[in-house]
């Protein structure tokens, strides 16, 4: 077991980019999948049991859907001096658990952290220069995340707040979906930054009331990532607002798409978690309720226009 070696856990596109980030970060990447293909430059087909053999560091690229099987299959392999980190976008069931919460649940792991911020898939496939920030309560895990994958294409911020940064990367993903929808609709730039800015504003709320701090998604957890999101024409969120600002349904908007977007099932259980904490979240509850609900853009708009400040 070596610092040289770290298992990724999922082949997907995700998956398969961050196997070629640590390949090029001069690390083996043990790439644990079902799935057949070409690997990126410095990856390995293992299975489970090699991967966790060979490395400290696990990384885990699956859906949240499936975070506690993967994890449950995991803690088999796994002891108390393994690491492990996660690049899921989503949280977990209705009580909205972090995957580094299944992950210490399910595993002897203790010591674990993850990965989000404005680096996007394709740029890190490509090895085009990019930003990564990872998160951990405990230093030596950002640490080895850092030795892991920086490399002179890719910059690795490291933050203390995990929980932050968790939320963050899920709430951006839910926000993402309005600024699609926003651009579908042909708003103004001025007011596609008014109704980002507040999204994220009152997604902070929402993150510190799960625990994490303010900062973190003013940052580039937050506000980063979002504006990497907006951009991207092909991004699956920004991809299904368009397709719903079109007038499709979602189910419709969804099958235009074909990749499955966490943000549509995750919408309503941020709404049920916020309304038990007594949070008021009304651009969530228009995203929920007015653009994933079907609702007429001009009501929306109207909504979105009269709202009180917050």
């Given at each position: 077991?070596?610092?040289?070696?770290?298992?990724?856990?999922?082949?997907?596109?995700?998956?398969?980019?961050?196997?070629?980030?640590?390949?090029?970060?001069?690390?083996?990447?043990?790439?644990?999948?079902?799935?057949?293909?070409?690997?990126?430059?410095?990856?390995?087909?293992?299975?489970?049991?090699?991967?966790c053999k060979a490395s400290r560091?696990?990384?885990?690229?699956?859906?949240?859907?499936?975070?506690?099987?993967?994890?449950?299959?995991?803690?088999?392999?796994?002891?108390?001096?393994?690491?492990?980190?996660?690049?899921?976008?989503?949280?977990?069931?209705?009580?909205?658990?972090?995957?580094?919460?299944?992950?210490?649940?399910?595993?002897?792991?203790?010591?674990?952290?993850?990965?989000?911020?404005?680096?996007?898939?394709?740029?890190?496939?490509?090895?085009?220069?990019?930003?990564?920030?990872?998160?951990?309560?405990?230093?030596?895990?950002?640490?080895?995340?850092?030795?892991?994958?920086?490399?002179?294409?890719?910059?690795?911020?490291?933050?203390?707040?995990?929980?932050?940064?968790?939320?963050?990367?899920?709430?951006?993903?839910?926000?993402?979906?309005?600024?699609?929808?926003?651009?579908?609709?042909?708003?103004?730039?001025?007011?596609?930054?008014?109704?980002?800015?507040?999204?994220?504003?009152?997604?902070?709320?929402?993150?510190?009331?799960?625990?994490?701090?303010?900062?973190?998604?003013?940052?580039?957890?937050?506000?980063?990532?979002?504006?990497?999101?907006?951009?991207?024409?092909?991004?699956?969120?920004?991809?299904?607002?368009?397709?719903?600002?079109?007038?499709?349904?979602?189910?419709?908007?969804?099958?235009?798409?074909?990749?499955?977007?966490?943000?549509?099932?995750?919408?309503?259980?941020?709404?049920?978690?916020?309304?038990?904490?007594?949070?008021?979240?009304?651009?969530?509850?228009?995203?929920?309720?007015?653009?994933?609900?079907?609702?007429?853009?001009?009501?929306?708009?109207?909504?979105?226009?009269?709202?009180?400040h917050v």
């Amino acid at each position: 077991m070596t610092a040289k070696n770290v298992c990724v856990v999922g082949g997907g596109p995700w998956g398969l980019a961050l196997a070629a980030a640590v390949g090029r970060a001069g690390n083996t990447a043990h790439l644990v999948s079902r799935r057949d293909g070409v690997l990126p430059e410095g990856a390995r087909k293992s299975t489970l049991e090699e991967g966790c053999k060979a490395s400290r560091l696990i990384v885990l690229a699956v859906p949240t859907a499936v975070s506690h099987e993967v994890a449950r299959e995991l803690g088999q392999h796994l002891g108390g001096e393994h690491y492990v980190a996660h690049g899921v976008r989503g949280l977990v069931g209705a009580d909205l658990e972090t995957v580094s919460d299944v992950v210490r649940a399910e595993t002897p792991a203790r010591r674990v952290g993850a990965l989000g911020g404005p680096v996007l898939e394709a740029d890190l496939l490509a090895g085009k220069p990019s930003v990564m920030v990872v998160g951990s309560r405990y230093p030596e895990v950002n640490e080895v995340l850092s030795e892991a994958f920086t490399s002179s294409s890719l910059r690795v911020y490291p933050t203390h707040d995990l929980r932050g940064l968790e939320w963050g990367s899920a709430l951006v993903g839910c926000i993402a979906i309005a600024g699609g929808y926003a651009r579908g609709l042909g708003m103004s730039a001025g007011l596609v930054a008014a109704f980002m800015t507040r999204s994220v504003n009152e997604a902070a709320r929402i993150a510190v009331a799960a625990g994490g701090e303010n900062l973190t998604l003013l940052g580039l957890a937050g506000y980063g990532d979002l504006l990497a999101a907006i951009i991207q024409d092909d991004r699956p969120e920004i991809a299904l607002g368009r397709a719903l600002a079109a007038g499709k349904s979602t189910e419709q908007a969804l099958a235009e798409v074909k990749l499955r977007v966490e943000a549509v099932e995750l919408v309503p259980r941020i709404l049920t978690w916020c309304e038990r904490h007594d949070l008021r979240t009304p651009i969530f509850r228009a995203l929920g309720l007015g653009i994933l609900g079907g609702h007429a853009p001009e009501t929306l708009l109207h909504q979105l226009m009269t709202m009180p400040h917050v």
